[in-house]
């Protein structure tokens, strides 16, 4: 269960980015690109975390949880209203999937079923891009920094909690 609670926390960043995003064409290419984007990247960082477990194993729990609450501390202190990104839509996907895999480096360090997670954080970044991408002029601004201090938050005790 905690795999797929991880995997929606994971996918709330696309959502609060996506909602600042100005007018984009093609929503239903873009949530897939940015989906996939969110399995390949925890994919190689599950075996990333699973092999530095091995070589780590006395650390890795204190190590997977430090990194986890780095990230969430991260987006606790980058949340603000924010102005769309000059990127084009497609490199935007890659900068947003890149967290993910430091995310998963601490789950597989930590041993978590992989599969499961990615399937979650896939599917879950599909559904919420594609809504982010569809009900974003219909959205206050401030759902969008209110999202990513909610993903921070959780992210920062999943961490916090892994430790002890």
């Given at each position: 269960?905690?795999?797929i609670?991880?995997g929606v926390?994971?996918?709330l960043d696309?959502?609060?980015?996506?909602?600042?995003?100005?007018?984009?064409?093609?929503?239903?290419a873009?949530s897939?690109?940015?989906?996939?984007?969110?399995?390949l990247f925890p994919?190689i960082?599950f075996?990333v975390g699973?092999?530095?477990?091995q070589?780590l194993?006395?650390?890795?729990?204190?190590?997977?949880?430090a990194?986890?609450?780095l990230?969430?501390l991260?987006?606790?202190?980058?949340?603000?209203?924010k102005e769309?990104?000059n990127l084009s839509?497609?490199?935007?996907?890659v900068?947003?999937?890149?967290?993910?895999?430091?995310?998963?480096?601490?789950?597989?360090?930590?041993?978590?079923?992989?599969?499961?997670?990615?399937m979650s954080t896939?599917?879950?970044?599909?559904i919420f891009?594609y809504?982010a991408l569809?009900?974003k002029?219909?959205?206050?601004?401030?759902l969008g920094?209110?999202?990513?201090i909610?993903?921070?938050?959780a992210?920062?005790?999943?961490?916090?909690?892994?430790?002890?």
């Open positions: 269960m905690q795999e609670i991880a926390i994971t996918a696309v959502l609060a980015l996506f909602l600042i995003l100005p007018k984009v064409r093609f929503r239903f873009l897939c690109w940015t989906a996939g984007l969110h399995v994919l960082g075996y699973e092999w530095a477990a070589y194993i006395t650390i890795a729990k204190m190590l997977s949880g990194l986890l609450s990230i969430g991260q987006l606790l202190l980058s949340a603000r209203v769309p990104p839509p497609i490199l935007l996907a900068t947003a999937s890149l967290d993910t895999f430091s995310v998963s480096v601490s789950f597989g360090m930590l041993q978590l079923q992989k599969s499961l997670f990615i896939g599917i879950t970044t599909f891009s809504i569809s009900i002029r219909k959205t206050p601004a401030n920094i209110m999202l990513q909610i993903a921070g938050v992210l920062l005790l999943m961490g916090i909690l892994s430790i002890f």
